[in-house]
T-cell receptor, first 111, second 113 residues
Framework: GDSVTQMEGPVTLSEEAFLTINCTYTATGYPSLFWYVQYPGEGLQLLLKATKADDKGSNKGFEATYRKETTSFHLEKGSVQVSDSAVYFCALRQAGTALIFGKGTTLSVSS | TAGITQAPTSQILAAGRSMTLRCTQDMRHNAMYWYRQDLGLGLRLIHYSNTAGTTGKGEVPDGYSVSRANTDDFPLTLASAVPSQTSVYFC????????????FGPGTRLTVL
C-alpha cells in the first residue's frame, strides 16, 4: 500500500540555520503531497502542498518540490526561527481518499 | 471562529470502561476523520465518514466505533478501553473525502490505566 517515510528526528538547529527535512513516498499513480505542522499543544495545520510533479509548494518561507523521479517531497527553509519549533508531518493523498501521514519529525530551534 | 472542537481535553480512564470522545465542526464539511497520534508512529487513521449517515474503517479501527448522525458531529466510542488505547486523539474534517486540506481539532489526550 501507499506509504510515507520521513527522516527521523529530532532535528536541532540554531536560529538562521538552513533546514531540510527529507520525505519520500511509495504510491501508485500521482498522489497529492503535503506538509503539515503541529505546534506544541495544538492540532495539525496544513503548511504547504503540491498536486502534481514538479510543482513547488511554499508558505511562511518553507518550500517543497514534488519530485516524481525520486518520489520525494523534501521540506526546506533557508533561515529557521525559534517559532518554527514544531513537529512536521509529510503526507500523501490519492484522489478521493484520506491522508496518509509519515511518522513526523520534531524540529527544535534555539536562539 | 470555532472550526473543530473536541471534548474532553484530557481523560484518565480505567481499563474496561467505555468512553465517547466528542467532535463537532461548524464548517459544514462533508468528510470527518479520527486519528490517533502515538510517539514514533505518527498519525494513524481510525475511522472516517464521507457524509452524514456513512462511515468507513481506517488503518487501525479495532476497538473503536463511530457514528455520523448529522453533518456536524462525529463521536468516537471505545466500548471497553484497554491500555494500548492510551494516545492523543485528533478529529479532522474536510470539505469532501480526499479534499486537499484537512482541518484538525486540538486533540484529546486519553490515558487508560
Amino acid at each position: 500500500g501507499d506509504s510515507v517515510t520521513q527522516m527521523e528526528g529530532p532535528v536541532t538547529l540554531s536560529e538562521e540555520a538552513f533546514l531540510t527535512i527529507n520525505c519520500t513516498y511509495t504510491a501508485t499513480g500521482y498522489p497529492s503531497l503535503f506538509w503539515y505542522v503541529q505546534y506544541p499543544g495544538e492540532g495539525l495545520q496544513l503548511l504547504l502542498k503540491a498536486t502534481k510533479a514538479d510543482d513547488k509548494g511554499s508558505n511562511k518561507g518553507f518550500e517543497a518540490t514534488y519530485r516524481k523521479e525520486t518520489t520525494s517531497f523534501h521540506l526546506e527553509k533557508g533561515s529557521v526561527q525559534v517559532s518554527d519549533s514544531a513537529v512536521y508531518f509529510c503526507a500523501l493523498r490519492q484522489a478521493g481518499t484520506a491522508l496518509i501521514f509519515g511518522k513526523g519529525t520534531t524540529l527544535s530551534v534555539s536562539s | 471562529t470555532a472550526g473543530i472542537t473536541q471534548a474532553p481535553t484530557s481523560q484518565i480512564l480505567a481499563a474496561g470502561r467505555s468512553m465517547t470522545l466528542r467532535c463537532t465542526q461548524d464548517m459544514r464539511h462533508n468528510a470527518m476523520y479520527w486519528y490517533r497520534q502515538d510517539l514514533g508512529l505518527g498519525l494513524r487513521l481510525i475511522h472516517y465518514s464521507n457524509t452524514a449517515g456513512t462511515t468507513g474503517k481506517g488503518e487501525v479501527p479495532d476497538g473503536y466505533s463511530v457514528s455520523r448522525a448529522n453533518t456536524d458531529d462525529f463521536p468516537l466510542t471505545l466500548a471497553s478501553a484497554v491500555p494500548s488505547q492510551t494516545s492523543v486523539y485528533f478529529c479532522a474534517s474536510s470539505d469532501e473525502l480526499g479534499s486537499d486540506t484537512q482541518y484538525f481539532g486540538p486533540g484529546t489526550r486519553l490515558t487508560v490505566l
